[in-house]
């Protein structure tokens, strides 16, 4: 298979040499699009959106119509494995994910089995394939999937919490039901992004999104221990190409060697670091991708170009850098704003390279 004609994001996740710095955002085919909110109406629901083939392709191609960006992201949901292993994922208006069927019971902790991803979740294999085709080698298509210990989080509180109160008694009381889950749920991701990569997506991300919610300890023992086995377990090789991996825990500053030292090519950073610190910690260990603010993006685009400077010049001459936001974008952002930050990084990081 040809490499794509913008490998500009693939190089740099193997810190290899590039033009530019290459730029992609979290959440970017997303509600700030009005063209994404007219196809999520004729899909009828966000789920309906997920599950339909046609319709991640027809929104994941959205962004790039619109801006310069340097790779795809497979449009789905973090919680695409707990629906197939038969929680009941449904989102309620105005609240979130939510799940029929949580982790309450023991023997219901006890049954949990990894789905098959290409029949459980045929249909973001079929969306990968579809997106790939539509993208006819333009730029690379990133899969994704949450982290164990992330979706543990929505599978025992049956939905998003402030305080995590029944996982994280879970956590101390029951330690070994909490375990179970992960070890499940690390071999579902494992084979989820596995089955991602042979459909044709060129990257993938995990999403640590509650990992920075544990003590020092706590995220040794329930997150990172699972991220490493997962990126231990993935197909390094594709179509002759490396497909590289991103690990991104937010509010995981504090465990930034631990978290480059799980095998990953590339971790994602959140706005809370200083690139340039977090460049000086890990080393040439591994690419570094972030780290915007993603509130700047409501601020005009002199802002928006002076913030984009400044942490293209706290990254420093060199490569293996990925600019995005520390987090996904708001469904307030004003979409030209994102077209400034990509001209911004686009222009400003060539002199850093």
């Known amino acids: ?41 004729r899909a009828g629901s966000f789920l309906s959106l997920c599950k339909s083939p046609d319709f991640a392709t027809e929104v994941t191609m959205q962004p790039l119509a619109r ?4 790779a795809a ?32 019971d023991e023997w219901e902790i006890r049954d949990l089995a990894v789905p ?14 579809q ?25 025992v509180e049956g939905g998003g919490s402030d305080d995590f109160r029944r996982l994280k008694t879970m956590l101390y009381d029951r330690p070994e039901l909490l375990h179970h889950i992960l070890d499940v749920t690390a071999q579902a991701v494992t084979a989820y992004l596995n089955a991602q990569i042979e459909s044709g997506a060129q990257v993938v991300m995990i999403f640590d999104t509650w990992g920075g919610t544990l003590s020092a300890a706590g995220y ?33 500053g504090l465990w930034l060697e631990s978290i480059a030292g799980t095998g990953c090519d590339a971790v994602g950073l959140d706005w809370t670091i200083d690139i340039g610190e977090a460049r000086r910690r890990v080393g040439n260990r591994v690419a570094l991708q972030g780290n915007l603010d993603p509130a700047v993006m409501f601020a005009s685009p ?15 001459s060199g490569h293996g850098h990925v600019f995005n936001l520390g987090h996904g974008i708001s469904q307030f952002t004003p979409p030209d704003n994102v077209l400034a930050l990509a001209d911004a990084v686009h222009s400003i990081s060539r002199q850093f390279h």
């Not at 494995?81 to 449904?90: C, S, T, W």
């Open 131 to 155: 997106i790939r085709k539509a993208l006819d080698n333009e730029v690379p298509l990133i899969g994704f999937s949450g982290s164990p210990f992330t979706l543990a989080c929505y599978m």
């Open 302 to 316: 002199e802002k928006i170009t002076e913030e984009a400077g400044r942490i293209l010049s706290a990254y420093g």
């Open 1 to 41: 298979m040809t490499k794509p004609k913008n490998d500009t994001l693939l190089r740099a996740l193997l810190r290899q040499p590039t033009e530019y710095t290459p730029l992609w955002l979290m959440r970017q085919a997303g509600r700030y699009l009005p063209e994404y909110n007219q196809t999520r109406a």
């Open 116 to 129: 098959d991803p290409d029949v459980h979740l045929r249909y973001v294999m079929d969306a990968v394939r």
């Open 220 to 252: 040794r023992e329930f997150s990172l221990r699972y991220l490493e086995q997962i990126v231990a377990r993935l197909r390094r090789e594709h179509e002759g190409r490396r497909v590289p991996s991103i690990v991104f825990t937010k509010g995981g």
């Open 67 to 70: 801006y310069p960006l340097d």
């Open 73 to 104: 992201i497979l449009f789905s949901d973090i919680l695409t494995i707990p629906d197939a292993m038969g929680l009941g994922l449904y989102f309620a208006e105005g609240e979130g994910p939510k799940f029929e069927r949580p982790l309450r």
